[in-house]
């Protein structure tokens, strides 16, 4: 290391791209500062992904077993939700000391305080205490993350509205919940309060939900929602709430009419998007200008304007999903260490869990007609796999999307474990790998898997479990 600096490596935010970008860099024998204002692990691991799967899945256990009649199971469940909550913090804190071991096991120096820049080779680290130090850096990677929108008129501050932070830190069950957006965090977490018994009403500004996904892998989810007592209402805007004796009173508008409607609930729940964080950092001293979403600018290594300053995960853009920073993060340490990090094109799937989960990955069959001519589509519907009907959950279907010679250029997933399938749709996209030889993989019996390889199958017109397109 040049003796002119105090660390080789500056990270700043320990979130899942911040804490994988410093552990490579240091396998790469880089000596690496890792500075994080909160917890390590960021908003995935405290607030965000990990929180929200463990509770989840705890409601799929109270749910199955209130539903499992038609197995022949009867169950009077009791939710002790404080247990639950105790649990899902156990989780976290499991994972939050994995992550500080992992780190110090790989020699990255941890700091917990809040780092800015004065120039464009240190920064100043201010400690919880007050404490105040200077750090000089050769390079340095921002990763400060991203935080939730604030509509006016809804301030997190305000105990009856809830941010996905305070909605999963909840130490009691609200009877009642209105959320605005039926986004990714709208409709993972309606499912979750729903599944434990909350009355979830919806307010969703679009005309359906879950926008990022195409209408036939939402509509399984919005029958599966309605089935679960999810009121939803579309083309009405969240304007304002008061605070009322019950809880709370939202007001919408009708995005075509103006139309107002009240809904009244314990609590709102507000998740209209997120937006990165750039103002804990003083990016200015260093003359990086956040572009007009707010998010810093960066080529496919993940450098920004400023040569030797990287930034990944979702300050750096869309997507802003954990394994896309993350993996952006060992992009950016391979970058800094001189290392080849085949930066370019790498199919990055998007899972919502919701009942079905959704999950896609590369093109969609409309996408890749604008580029290929050959287009050619493989299907197959759960209803048809014996796994499928062995776990009672038959909703949804697999589907590959092919171009020239059968090349898997995409895949589309609705389905039970959807969030486990589209991994091998993933490598055979990155693998470039044709639905002929998916079909010819041997996948074990009865599984899901199987699914894919049918599909694969029924792209050649030689599907055996379904009839052919
Ligand atoms: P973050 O995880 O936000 O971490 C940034 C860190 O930087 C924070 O810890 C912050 O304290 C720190 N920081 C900021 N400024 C400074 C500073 N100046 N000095 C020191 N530290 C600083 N994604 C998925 O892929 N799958 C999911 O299932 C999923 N579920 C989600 C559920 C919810 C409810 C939410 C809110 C998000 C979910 N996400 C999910 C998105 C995922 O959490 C983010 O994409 C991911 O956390 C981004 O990682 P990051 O490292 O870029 O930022
Ligand atoms: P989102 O962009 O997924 O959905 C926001 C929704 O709010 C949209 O449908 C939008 O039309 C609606 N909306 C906006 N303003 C409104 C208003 N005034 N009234 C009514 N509706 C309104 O955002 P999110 O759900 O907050 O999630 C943020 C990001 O977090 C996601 O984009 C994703 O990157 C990440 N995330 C990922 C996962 C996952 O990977 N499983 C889970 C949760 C969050």
């Avoid at 990763?143 to 008129?153: C, D, F, K, V, Y």
């Avoid at 007001?251 to 209209?272: C, I, K, P």
Wanted: net charge negative; glycine share 10%; aromatic share 4%.
């Amino acid at each position: 290391m040049s003796e002119r600096f105090d660390t080789e490596v500056l990270v700043v935010g320990g979130g899942p791209a911040g804490y994988v970008a410093a552990i490579r860099a240091a396998q790469y024998d880089l000596d690496v500062t890792l500075v994080e204002m909160h917890a390590l692990g960021g908003t995935c691991l405290n607030r965000g992904c990990i929180p929200s799967k463990a509770l989840l899945s705890a409601a799929n256990v109270a749910h199955d077993a209130r539903t499992g009649s038609q197995m022949g199971i009867s169950a009077d469940v009791d939710v002790d939700f404080q247990r639950m909550v105790e649990w899902k913090d156990d989780v976290v804190g499991n994972m939050n000391r994995s992550v500080e071991k992992l780190c110090k096991a790989n020699r990255v120096s941890l700091v917990n305080g809040r780092a800015a820049f004065e120039d464009e080779h240190s920064a100043r680290i201010e400690g919880p205490n007050g404490e105040s130090e200077r750090l000089t850096f050769e390079y340095a990677v921002v990763a400060t993350g991203s935080r939730p929108i604030e509509l006016p008129g809804f301030e997190f501050h305000r105990p009856e509205v809830l941010d996905a932070k305070g909605a999963l830190a909840l130490d009691e069950l609200p009877d009642s919940l209105v959320v605005v957006g039926a986004g990714y965090i709208g409709m993972e977490l309606s499912t979750l309060f729903a599944k434990l018994g909350v009355e979830v009403t919806v307010v969703e500004a679009l005309d359906s939900m879950m926008p990022a996904f195409s209408p036939d892998l939402v509509a399984p989810v919005a029958s599966a929602a309605s089935e679960l007592g999810i009121e939803t209402n579309y083309g009405e805007l969240a304007s304002e709430c008061h605070p009322t004796d019950r809880g709370v009173a939202v007001t919408t508008e009708d995005v075509d009419s103006g139309d107002r409607r009240e809904y009244e609930a314990d609590a709102v729940l507000v998740a209209v998007g997120r937006t990165p964080v750039t103002d804990t950092i003083d990016l200015g001293r260093i003359g990086i200008e956040p572009d007009e979403d707010g998010f810093v600018r960066t080529d496919e290594y993940g450098r920004t304007a400023v040569d030797h300053v990287f930034a990944v995960g979702d300050v750096a853009g869309e997507p802003m999903l954990a394994h896309a920073g993350a993996t952006e993060g060992e992009i950016a340490a391979a970058e800094i260490a001189g290392r080849d990090s085949s930066a370019v094109d790498r199919a990055i799937p998007a899972v919502a869990f919701t009942s079905p989960e959704i999950a896609t990955v590369g093109l969609t069959e409309a996408e890749a007609e604008e580029t290929d001519h050959a287009v050619s589509v493989g299907e197959f519907p759960m209803r048809a796999s014996g796994r499928a009907l062995t776990i009672g959950h038959t909703e949804g279907f697999v589907r590959l999307v092919c171009g020239d010679g059968g090349v898997v250029l995409g895949g589309q997933v609705v389905g039970p474990e959807a969030s486990e399938l589209i991994s091998e749709i993933t490598l055979a996209v990155e693998a470039g790998l044709s639905a002929g030889e998916l079909a010819e993989s041997i996948h074990p019996h009865p599984t899901l898997s199987e699914s894919i390889e049918e599909a694969a199958a029924n792209e050649q017109d030689l599907a055996i479990h379904t009839l052919n397109r």
